[in-house]
Structures are given as structure tokens and as C-alpha cells.
């Protein structure tokens, strides 16, 4: 039987890469979001992943036409960067809304399907800045760092179940995520350019990333897998990353970070 899997955020980056990856894995392959770009083997149905209703009608048509659901990739998402002092309200509630509460909202939807089923896999798309906070992208770094907490509750809750979840945790990708985001250089006289200079470091690593094409083959990968451990780091410098957070202090991690984003 093949299996059935949506892809949030599918239309382009990581989460097209994925959907790709999936069809040709022999999946049923779905993908959620605002604006169809037709695709070979996958399916799209419109959701804005900020509102709850839309995410669970989607997700009902999804059981209407194929009766079971095995994987979710939660992918949507977006960055705002900028100085915590002098982000708008609004701003720093539009990232959560769509990078956490989205997550939140196509995860609790499909869970009773899962669960009647006797099993699934639920992967979310965090980032090396949930254990390695930036400076200047604050909020970013909160919606990934709520997340890779959101997934080691929800594994726990949903074990009993069969059904497996796991972070995965990338680092500087090559992708439309970068023009995409949401800058604000406000304050920065105020903060001698750091906000502006922090920035274009990130933004410079992550034109010379990984490919969306390899992420999306890695996410893919994890998706498919029946278990593994509830955070994965993507990639060979992110994984050496990750084992140095836990080897050391973290108030020396946390100054490592400072020098490379926030002289």
C-alpha cells in the first residue's frame, strides 16, 4: 500500500524538494499552501497555514479521497530578523503564528486519523537555530527553539500510539527563504550597525548552503523512516554543531554565536 503524506509549505524550497522526494519513493504526496505551483505527482490543496479551519478542512479532504494519512512534513514557515528592542508586535506574532501555531494546527489534525490507524510519522522542519539561538533573529530562533521542545512533549504523548515524531534541524540552505525574509534594520544607529552586519553574515552563509534539492532528499529520508532520534541536525557542520552544544557551557556556545552574529 502506498503511503499517504502531505507537505506543508510545498510549493517551493525544502518543502517542494521533499514533496518531490516522496512521490518518487512511491508516496501519495499532498502539499499544503497558499498558491499552487503544479507539480508532477503531487497534489496540491489551498491552506494558509495561519488559520486553524482551513488547515483541518484540508486535512479532512486529504482522508476523504485517500482514508488514511502516514506522514506529515511540517515545512511551512518564514524569518524576520531585527533587533528584539525594536520589533514590531505584530511581526514577532506573524512568525510564531505561521512557524509554530501553523505546525501546531496541521499536527493536531492529523493526529485522530493516526491514531485510529495505529500509527504515522509526523516530521518538523526546525532549525540549528533552535539550540544555537541568533542574535538579531530572536523571534526565529524562538519559533524553532518551541518547536524542537513542542516535538520531544509530543513524542512522548503520542508513543502509546505508534505514531513517531522528529525534528529536523538545518542550517544556511540556498533557498527563496533568504529574500523572503521579513527585515527590519530599526534601531540600528542606536546598535553601531550590528543588526545590519549580523544579517548579512547570516545571509552570505546561507547563499553558499546546501541545496534545497539535498534538504529536501535528508527530510525526505527521515520521513520515511518508522522511528529515530526526536532531533536531527541536517548536515555535516550542523551534527558537529549540535554535539558541541551539548559538550559545552553554554555560556561559552552562547559567546561562540555572539562573535560570529552579533559584533
Known amino acids: 500500500m502506498n503511503k499517504v503524506a502531505i507537505v506543508t509549505g510545498g510549493s517551493g524550497g525544502i518543502g517542494r524538494c521533499t514533496a518531490a522526494e516522496l512521490h518518487r519513493a512511491g508516496c501519495i504526496v499532498y502539499e499544503f499552501s497558499r498558491h499552487e505551483k503544479p507539480q508532477r505527482g503531487v497534489r496540491h490543496i ?29 515545512n511551512a514557515g ?13 511581526d514577532a506574532h506573524a512568525q510564531l503564528e505561521l512557524n509554530l501555531f501553523g505546525m501546531d494546527y496541521a499536527t493536531k489534525a492529523v493526529l485522530p486519523a493516526m491514531r485510529s490507524q ?24 524562538v519559533s524553532k527553539a518551541g518547536i524542537c521542545a513542542y516535538v520531544l512533549a509530543l513524542q512522548n504523548e503520542v508513543r502509546p500510539f505508534g505514531i513517531t515524531v522528529c525534528a529536523v534541524m538545518p542550517g544556511d540552505i540556498a533557498s527563496g527563504f533568504t529574500d523572503a525574509r521579513k527585515k527590519s534594520s530599526a534601531g540600528d544607529d542606536v546598535y553601531a550597525g550590528r543588526i545590519e552586519r549580523s544579517v548579512s553574515v ?7 548552503g546546501m541545496t534545497p534539492a539535498y534538504a529536501g532528499a535528508y527530510v525526505a529520508k527521515m520521513a520515511l523512516k518508522k522511528r529515530s532520534k526526536p532531533l536531527v541536525a541536517l548536515g555535516f557542520a550542523y551534527k558537529g554543531a549540535a554535539v558541541l552544544t551539548k559538550l559545552l557551557p553554554r555560556r561559552l556556545s552562547n559567546w561562540i554565536v555572539g562573535l560570529i552574529y552579533a559584533r
Open 46 to 74: 489551498t491552506a494558509d497555514m495561519t488559520y486553524e479551519g482551513q488547515v483541518k478542512a484540508a486535512v479532512e479532504e486529504v482522508l476523504r479521497r485517500e482514508g488514511r494519512i502516514d506522514i506529515l512534513v511540517n
Open 118 to 141: 495505529g500509527g504515522g510519522r509526523i516530521v518538523c522542519m526546525s532549525s540549528i537555530a533552535g539550540i544555537l539561538p541568533i542574535p538579531f533573529q530572536l523571534w526565529y530562533s
Open 78 to 90: 518564514f524569518g524576520i530578523s531585527g533587533a528584539a528592542e525594536t520589533t514590531d508586535s505584530k
Open 202 to 208: 547570516m545571509e552570505k552563509d546561507e547563499r553558499g
